[in-house]
């Protein structure tokens, strides 16, 4: 088979330049997160492919990347199911195996615990502007909290970083399940027709609320219950005090400290902000993850179809694991989307080290090259980011080349004559 030089559709290299733009933001997710007090944790790339089928995962479910059975436990002639060869798969995300994570080790683990995790994750998904199929995840959860502490903290660490990475102005759209089960119910949906009723509405914001009654009459639903589900949305939508008529509307469909909590979280966030962003409430907020239990959110940025950051509480998913359910809420930030942004953007990285480089003639003396190098070396003393290389015949072309990756300064030097 031939070899090629291009890298597997949905997958990249990673030129000089935007990377030192991720380390960046690398060192900002780490600095912002620790300073809130998460401890970063690793899990491995491949999980158990039980673990990544258990309908936690919704449509990434379809997208994992699943690995055969190696050596003597593989017997493709015999094999009559895919279980029969396959074993294990490339995580799609973070959040199964953090939850496999604690379920392993929270005897030693503090209560409430705090993590962050970054690393890739694989999914065999269509490539996309801001869309991979390997990729860097950045999440932040919050397990052993049952309380709305848990999303002030989660959303006030990442508006925090975020901030710090120069934006602003970005929406930070907020719902809860609890809330989208609980309109369900008060038009009149049955509950096993929730999933399929949340899906259409998800659509809201590209195919608007026609479309959405339009989708729901053509499922099959009533137009009673369609009519009911949608009047509410506008009602809300033209309420001074969104939560507060939903609150009223809910009533005996819904626990009563759910909007209740979520005035708390919005407050409190606001209160606490460090940057200029949105909080809003969004009924139509849905996220596509079965697993979560209560509140979701996501963030928006002007420009940037689809969000750039999305989270919420998945109470049930550790008790897979455990058999006992423990509260868990976890935010995850699309890194790669960020600093597709960034890049686009020009984005410089602030207080960068100096660059200098020089350049040698090919045949330069020996003890003028230990004279370079004994420059170098100070000057690496005193911070500066120092390149020692041999001169190309094309010259002018190499230091263009090295003007792109951020080299200020260059000095040649020649053999003594």
């Known amino acids: 088979m031939a070899m090629t030089k291009k890298p597997v559709t949905g997958m990249k290299d990673i030129l000089p330049g935007e990377m030192q733009v991720r380390d960046y933001v690398i060192r900002q997710?780490?600095?912002?997160?620790?300073?809130?007090g998460f401890s970063h944790i690793e899990t491995p790339c491949m999980e158990n492919i039980g673990n990544l089928s258990s309908r936690q995962g919704g449509e990434n479910e379809k997208l994992i990347f699943k690995v055969l059975k190696r050596g003597e436990k593989l017997h493709i002639p015999e094999a009559q199911t895919e279980a029969d060869v396959v074993d294990c798969g490339m995580r799609y995300d973070l959040t199964v195996p953090l939850s496999r994570y604690y379920a392993n080790n929270s005897s030693v683990l503090p209560s409430?615990?705090?993590?962050?995790?970054?690393?890739?994750v694989w999914r065999a998904d269509r490539p996309q502007r801001g869309r991979f199929r390997q990729f860097m995840q950045c999440d932040i959860d919050i397990l052993g909290d049952a309380t709305c502490l848990a999303e002030i903290e989660l959303m006030s660490a990442t508006t925090t970083l975020l901030g710090k990475l120069g934006f602003a102005g970005f929406q930070v759209c907020f719902n809860d399940r609890r809330v989208l089960k609980a309109m369900a119910a008060c038009?009149?949906?049955?509950?096993?027709?929730?999933?399929?009723?949340?899906i259409i509405l998800d659509k809201m914001d590209k195919i608007g609320m026609d479309g959405v009654a339009g989708e729901l009459l053509e499922?099959?639903?009533?137009?009673e219950a369609v009519d009911k589900y949608l009047g509410l949305f506008t009602d809300i939508s033209n309420a001074k005090d969104a939560l507060s008529s939903l609150e009223e509307k809910l009533e005996g469909f819904i626990d009563g400290a759910v909007i209740p909590s979520m005035k708390t979280i919005i407050d409190s966030v606001k209160a606490a902000a460090s940057c200029e962003f949105s909080l809003v409430f969004d009924p139509t907020l849905v996220r596509g993850m079965s697993y979560y239990t209560g509140?979701?959110?996501?963030?928006?940025?002007?420009?940037?179809?689809?969000?750039?950051?999305?989270?919420?509480?998945?109470?049930e998913m550790i008790g897979k694991f455990t058999g006992m359910d423990t509260p868990a809420c976890g935010f995850s930030i699309g890194f790669e989307r960020i600093i597709t942004i960034l890049m686009e953007n020009g984005f410089q990285v602030p207080g960068a080290r100096k660059k200098k480089a020089y350049l040698l003639e090919k045949n330069m003396d020996a003890e003028e090259m230990v004279q370079v190098l004994s420059e170098a070396g100070k000057e690496r003393e005193a911070g500066?980011?120092?390149?020692v290389a041999h001169m190309n015949k094309n010259k002018k072309f190499q230091k263009e080349q090295l003007a792109k990756e951020g080299y200020e300064e260059f000095v040649e030097r020649y053999r003594r004559k």
Do not use: C, H, W
């Open 29 to 36: 997710i780490q600095e912002t997160y620790k300073s809130f």
């Open 219 to 223: 499922s099959g639903f009533s137009e």
């Open 112 to 120: 409430p615990f705090k993590a962050l995790q970054m690393g890739n």
């Open 295 to 315: 509140s979701i959110f996501e963030i928006k940025m002007e420009g940037f179809g689809g969000s750039v950051a999305g989270g919420g509480r998945y109470d």
């Open 187 to 198: 038009s009149g949906f049955a509950e096993k027709d929730y999933d399929q009723v949340f």
């Open 384 to 387: 500066v980011q120092v390149l």
